[in-house]
């Protein structure tokens, strides 16, 4: 940031001592809205001092593009950014937007030049976030017992795929027995990891039939012992000759240890949907109850907690 607010003393012509107009230069972006979506973003104004019009429009420019870079800068390193500017107006002391109307000599070269000035600066903001990262991994790695000979013999069980939109190469980690549609039956565990770090351990339901449940609780019976989930979000879909699907697929933390192990463990379980009239009773396979514990297990090995 220093080398940028440099940059701009250099570029702007030195005028202080002439300096005989004053600007509002106003920023305008997107950002998200806590309703959500996105919703218009509008900053504060801030004063410009120049002799002329164009001085003032090459500064005003100049602080736009330094928020487009830092915008940037922030949506590589961190995945994304509070603000996105889109436009900016520039007030004149009549209060007309002279950013609409202005041209002048070689406008067009001297935007590219300050653009291209700026732009060409190394992200820092990313290469903090790498080292960060990196200690993170590093950290996690000297922290935790991994398991080899575990991770070796589970592994045959899982497909691994690698997210190829996601800038950080995260690794999926599913059963191969697993439905490979959303109309199936069916109920398991996935995770994913990153540079060998397993997280975000998740639960996934589907229901498949000829009629709708709409169910929105599920109960389960494992061994003689009741426990329920309540899911956050249940999704639906149609299709195939009026066959309808409903699923969750949810992370679980801490308060759902106690119903992962005991599927994990469990000689028999079944559940109960429950839907707004109705309700369905599956039984829960013992090949999904093994690739449960299968899971859980690949992901204590990797040195998850859950």
């Not at 960060?132 to 795929?161: C, G």
């Not at 027995?177 to 039956?185: D, I, L, V």
């Not at 994913?192 to 498949?208: C, F, K, T, V």
């Not at 933390?253 to 309700?279: P, V, W």
Request: with cysteine; proline share 2%.
């Amino acid at each position: 940031m220093k080398k940028i607010i440099l940059f701009a003393t250099l570029i702007i012509t030195i005028v202080s001592c002439q300096q005989s107009k004053k600007y509002e230069y106003v920023e305008l972006g997107t950002k998200e809205s806590i309703f959500g979506g996105t919703e218009r973003d509008e900053k504060d104004g801030v004063i410009i001092r120049a002799k002329t019009d164009s001085i003032a429009y090459l500064e005003a420019y100049q602080k736009f593009c330094i928020s487009e870079k830092v915008s940037k800068d922030m949506e590589e390193a961190y995945g994304s950014s509070a603000t996105k500017p889109t436009e900016f107006k520039l007030l004149d002391e009549q209060g007309n937007n002279i950013a609409l109307t202005i041209n002048f000599d070689k406008m067009d070269s001297l935007k590219m030049s300050v653009r291209s000035r700026i732009f060409e600066m190394k992200n820092s903001l990313k290469e903090s976030a790498d080292a960060y990262k990196q200690k993170e991994i590093e950290d996690f790695k000297n922290s935790v017992k991994i398991d080899s000979s575990k991770i070796k013999e589970l592994e045959p069980y899982f497909n691994t795929k690698k997210d190829e939109f996601d800038p950080d190469g995260l690794v999926w980690h599913k059963p191969k027995s697993a439905p490979k549609y959303t109309n199936r039956n069916g109920i398991y565990c996935y995770f994913q990891s990153n540079n060998g770090m397993p997280s975000n351990l998740r639960l996934r339901l589907q229901y498949h039939a000829d009629d709708w449940l709409f169910f929105h609780k599920v109960q389960f019976s494992i061994d003689g012992k009741a426990y329920e989930f309540i899911p956050m979000d249940t999704e639906t879909d149609s299709g195939n000759g009026g066959r309808i699907w409903e699923w969750f697929d949810e992370s679980m933390g801490k308060s759902n240890t106690e119903l992962l192990d005991a599927l994990a463990n469990a000689k028999s379980a079944k559940m109960k949907l429950i839907g707004r009239q109705y309700h369905d009773i599956k039984t829960i396979t013992s090949t999904q109850i093994k690739d449960i514990k299968r899971t859980l297990d690949l992901y204590k090995a990797m040195g998850g907690n859950y």
